[in-house]
């Protein structure tokens, strides 16, 4: 079982800045790609960064959040990183972080963290 733990979320003033973390104990498997997914109340959950964590540099961002936030790793380790600049309200949501174990077809799930923006 892989369990994910989240941190950096809270309540902020357009513009601002706010880094999320998330670290996956990963027991007997090895994480293939980690990343965030966020929803608000009444829309989808929506992608908003995966990176790959074995095998490569490959990420990829959300068209709503391309240029203002990035995601990054810890070398070595099952860690992930979500820097969030220029926030706007349109940002309000909760976070969830996804860890995909190789050989499982579904991905691991954080408790989520709730990300505040208001003008």
């Known amino acids: 079982q892989v369990q994910l733990v989240e941190s950096g979320g809270g309540s902020v003033q357009t513009g601002d800045s706010l880094r999320l973390s998330c670290e996956a104990s990963?027991?007997?498997?090895?994480?293939?790609?980690m990343g965030w997914y966020r929803q608000s109340p009444g829309k989808q959950r929506e992608l908003v960064a995966a990176?790959?964590?074995?095998?490569?540099?490959?990420?990829t961002y959300g068209d709503s959040v391309k240029g203002r936030f990035t995601i990054s790793r810890a070398n070595g380790k099952a860690t992930v990183y979500l820097q969030m600049n220029s926030l706007q309200s349109e940002d309000t949501a909760v976070y969830y972080c996804?860890?995909?174990?190789?050989?499982?077809?579904?991905?691991?799930w954080g408790q989520g963290t709730q990300v505040t923006v208001s003008s």
């Open positions: 990963r027991g007997r498997f090895v994480i293939d790609s």
């Open positions: 996804y860890a995909r174990a190789r050989g499982r077809s579904e991905n691991y």
């Open positions: 990176i790959v964590i074995t095998g490569g540099n490959y990420h």
